[in-house]
């Protein structure tokens, strides 16, 4: 079968570093997605991986490994408004997005 | 409109009846798709379009239908709603099919089945 799996909830502090992983098992791979949720809101994008290595893009790096079936979500100077859910997908064989449940991420002042 | 919205926001509905929830988008995406996110659960996929006048069933298609009529509109039919489905609804579109590009979520519906 396929899945996702990701830790269902962290706690951080404001100002540090935080990895959110994510491991899968998909019939076929077409790229990983990593998207926000605010609690009540919408998913919004964040990043994609098709490639093995690292994705930078600001605060928030994304890497994946193919190979193993992992890929991490890292965000720096951590702030309150990056209080959310985080969200890793993957396109399968068919190119349908399969979801992780989404890791809760707590900010403490 | 600016981007993708949808009808209603929540709504309660007594079990047994037909219910419409409404997606409409305006950023000319080929691809649109209806989820449903329960809490604990990831993000499951109901239907997709990967065009207009062609649709396709996701993980979890019994109990819904959809039409692609056009470019702009998604709605999603609940047949004979169940309280097992109630959940919230999200649509979304992508500018082209294969789920390789950003998907654009709408703010959501909240369903509840009595």
């Known amino acids: 079968g396929q899945n996702i799996d990701q830790p269902t909830e962290m706690t951080a502090t404001e100002g540090a570093i935080v990895q959110i992983n994510c491991t899968y098992q998909?019939?076929?791979?077409?790229?990983l997605f990593w998207y926000q949720q605010h609690a009540g809101e919408a998913p919004t994008f964040l990043s994609y991986n098709v490639l093995d290595g690292l994705e930078e893009k600001g605060r928030f790096s994304s890497f994946l490994s193919r190979s193993i079936g992992y890929s991490y979500l890292l965000l720096k100077e951590l702030q309150m408004k990056d209080s959310a859910s985080y969200l890793c997908a993957v396109a399968d064989s068919n190119y349908q997005l399969i979801w992780g449940a989404g890791t809760k991420l707590i900010i403490k002042p | 409109i600016a981007g993708i919205t949808q009808a209603p926001t929540s709504q309660i509905l007594a079990a047994g009846r037909r219910m419409t929830l409404r997606c409409t988008q305006d950023m000319r995406h080929n691809a649109m798709y209806w989820y449903r996110q329960d809490l604990g659960l990831g993000l499951r996929l109901i239907h997709y379009?990967?065009?207009?006048?062609?649709?396709g069933k996701g993980e979890v298609p019994d109990g819904y239908s959809v039409s692609r009529a056009n470019t702009d509109d998604f709605p999603l039919t609940l047949a004979s709603a169940v309280p097992s489905q109630t959940s919230v609804y999200f649509c979304?579109?992508?500018?082209?099919?294969?789920?390789?590009?950003?998907?654009?979520f709408g703010p959501g519906t909240r369903l509840t089945v009595l």
């Open positions: 979304a579109s992508s500018g082209s099919s294969g789920s390789l590009d950003e998907q654009f």
């Open positions: 379009s990967n065009t207009a006048g062609t649709t």
């Open positions: 998909t019939s076929g791979f077409n790229g």
